[in-house]
């Protein structure tokens, strides 16, 4: 074999090479057209049964079009909330009604398909997820991360935070002073906590106006009788345990256009009020509203009663949350916050 023989050897070599990887390319080019094509006929999940020991079978869950659809086609009416006064004495007459509008119905994009997915299967055993975070936080030395991690607010001034489910008042008495925060308004819809948070706050020597309100949140007022077990107060609407209390619950809309939020920006919107927190967050993300948050920190309550499919509705909040915010920091199950995109 001379010279040019090996020469055209080589050549033909390199030339079954680079077929060989344009057709790998190819082939894995097809295959992920294959499962996005899949992926995108289906908006139901029917996630089967894992091979594991443990398996488990996966919930079938929907991707909503869009919570809120039915409810666009009506006007933002106005607030009837004559005792909640505005968070800021500059707030116009009308709180800004006529700014806040609904938000464009928008369905879920195929994009949000891959990480929908994983939210549920991660998620599949919430009680051992909230177990691992929980010990996560205690280890890792973050167990104040509610309050220290917005210790930056301090160089601001006129700090505005609003908390939903104020209980008698250990968030508050973290959040001021670590904050310096200017305006603070807590609402516990629990009369003997409700009583117990007031106290309290009579003993803080904090420079911050606090404006307390004894109700709850709901899409829509109505009265609920709760049964009374400290912290973990659920809002039912019929209880078993001898020790309850009626709570009055008013629409998420009417108390945040009353406070004027309309016109303002909040620094820091805090919930941890044991199942609500989807009815909030959820309506405040069908308006414009919920682009006035710089900050949203929740704690997630899979045990909390009438949630529907838990795992579905919680992977869907945080799909529609990230549409106007971004993680800043997630112990899933235990407390997650938001920062607002620029």
Known sequence: MDSNDYLYAGITIQNMAHKGVAVAVFMVFCFVLYNTRNLMKEKFFDFKEATTPTAVKFP????PENLFRNEQM???RKPNLTQVVSVLNNTKRNKCIDKVKWNHA????????PSF??????????????????????????????SSFFSFLKR?????????????????????????????????????????????????????SVKTYNFGLSR????????????????????????TEKVQLVGVLDFFIQLGVGCHRIDLLTINCEGCEFEVLETLISTNLIEKFDFIQFQPHYFAPNIGNFLCRYCS????????????????????????KH
């Open 74 to 76: 009506s006007t933002i």
């Open 106 to 113: 928008s369905d879920f994009s195929y994009f949000n398909i």
């Open 317 to 340: 909040l945080r799909q529609l949350l990230a549409r106007t915010h971004e993680l800043v920091y997630d112990f899933p199950l235990v407390w997650e916050a938001w920062k607002r």
């Open 117 to 146: 997915h994983f939210c549920v299967k991660s998620n599949i055993h919430p009680e051992k997820v909230r177990q691992f975070h929980y010990e996560r936080l205690v280890i890792t030395g973050n167990y104040n991360i509610i």
């Open 156 to 208: 601001k001034s006129e700090v505005i935070i609003i908390e939903i489910g104020g209980y008698i008042g250990q968030t508050l008495r973290k959040l001021i002073p670590v904050t310096g925060a200017k305006h603070y308004v807590v609402i516990e819809p629990v009369p003997t906590f409700y009583k117990t948070l007031n106290k309290n706050i009579r003993t803080l020597n904090f420079n911050t």
């Open 220 to 243: 829509n007022h109505k009265e609920l009788v709760v049964g009374v077990v400290g912290d973990a107060t659920h809002m039912l609407k019929k209880s078993n345990l001898k020790t």
């Open 60 to 63: 079938t869950c929907k991707l």
